[in-house]
């Protein structure tokens, strides 16, 4: 058992801590922001590659730096936890095909036809699958979290359509739609991770599995397409997003989901079109209005809401 999985054991005698106490609500939700910051650079890193990288090869090299970046980590674990990864290896199979596999791929597909800032706003619809699939599942999601996503909901869609809520969609935009799909369906999924798998060795089997999927679409799009030329150009990009957006942003937002749910790091995650918006202007130079700034508040006040602590 690695350091991260250990939880304190309560002595004889002695009631164990509530779940609000040994597992922080503040610590769940900083897990979640940081995935969520981190994820916004991955959606800027697509839209920069788009023209250099095939979207298939983007997304394989990225799992195989972030499977190199986790094995000195995980291995060992992974190993010894091997049984266990063996009796639930369907499990395992459905979450890598849904938040490695397919998930990024459709991410740097949609980064072909689809600007950053759209990426990041279509993106936030993925929490609304989220809450939908956690309720689903039982839990009470309650009134103010509820009306904090409904909030945050509206914020994203006068974002997307500025103002007319008519809506005029790229290829790229439908990309990222079934990437939202995707990613609420993989989230809703954790949830659901059998209690003997420890974090990091689900995420690297999971980065293995995913890579594995992807590896004939890969040969595929080499044979087809040709290779890309390894440059500065090139090569930053990958490793951002290969060991900052997948092994440290993947490990923060399973943890995360694990400790406050996937509804409430849902709310979180629509802080993400903002991040976007804000790194797709610095590094990118796409367009940022008053309209797309008063629509961040309405986001950020749904988020606030949607996070909070019920009372």
Same mark, same amino acid.
């Given at each position: ?21 040994? &597992? ?7 897990? @979640? ?13 697509? %839209?920069?590659? !788009? ?28 190993? &010894?936890? &091997?049984?266990?990864?063996?009796? !639930? ?8 095909? *849904? ?10 597909? #949609?980064?072909?036809?689809?600007? #950053? ?8 619809? +993925? ?9 689903? =599942?039982? @839990? &009470? ?13 509206? =914020? ?22 079934? @990437?939202?799909?995707? $990613? ?7 949830? %659901? ?9 689900? *995420?690297? +089997?999971? $980065? ?5 999927? /992807? ?12 290779? $890309? ?19 440290? @942003? ?15 790091? =849902? ?13 797709? $202007?610095? /590094? ?13 508040? /309405? ?10 602590? #019920? %009372?």
């Amino acid at each position: 058992m690695t350091v991260l999985d250990r939880t304190p054991t309560p002595t004889r005698g002695t009631p164990p801590a509530p779940a609000n106490v040994a &597992r922080p609500l503040g610590v769940g939700l900083a897990l @979640a922001v940081l995935a969520t910051v981190v994820w916004s650079g991955s959606f800027v890193t697509s %839209r920069a590659l !788009h023209d250099t990288v095939p979207p298939v090869q983007h997304a394989f090299w990225r799992w195989i730096i972030a499977i190199a970046a986790v094995a000195p980590f995980a291995a060992r674990e992974t190993w &010894r936890q &091997r049984k266990a990864l063996r009796a !639930h290896l369907r499990f395992l199979l459905l979450a890598a095909l *849904l938040g490695v596999a397919v998930y990024n791929t459709l991410v740097n597909q #949609a980064g072909v036809t689809t600007t #950053a800032g759209n990426m990041g706003m279509i993106m936030a619809a +993925s929490p609304v699958l989220m809450a939908v699939c956690e309720r689903v =599942g039982g @839990a &009470r999601l309650g009134a103010r979290r509820v009306t904090g996503m409904l909030v945050a909901c509206a =914020g994203v869609l006068l974002l997307v359509s500025k103002g007319s809520l008519a809506m005029d969609l790229a290829v790229g935009d439908l990309w990222m739609i079934a @990437a939202a799909l995707s $990613f609420g369906s993989y989230s809703a999924l954790l949830k %659901r991770k059998p209690a003997e798998i420890g974090q990091l060795p689900f *995420l690297f +089997s999971t $980065f293995v599995l995913g890579a594995l999927m /992807l590896l004939p679409v890969f040969v595929i799009s080499y044979v087809v397409q040709g290779g $890309f030329e390894p440059t500065a150009g090139t090569v930053s990009p990958l490793l951002y997003v290969g060991v900052v957006s997948s092994a440290v @942003a993947f490990f923060a937002w399973n943890k995360a989901v694990s400790i406050i749910g996937a509804a409430r790091a =849902g709310a979180v995650y629509y802080l993400q079109p903002v991040c976007v918006a804000l790194l797709s $202007f610095a /590094l990118l130079g796409e367009a940022m209005g008053w309209s797309r700034i008063l629509c961040m508040g /309405l986001i950020l006040g749904g988020v606030v809401l949607g996070a909070a602590r #019920a %009372r």
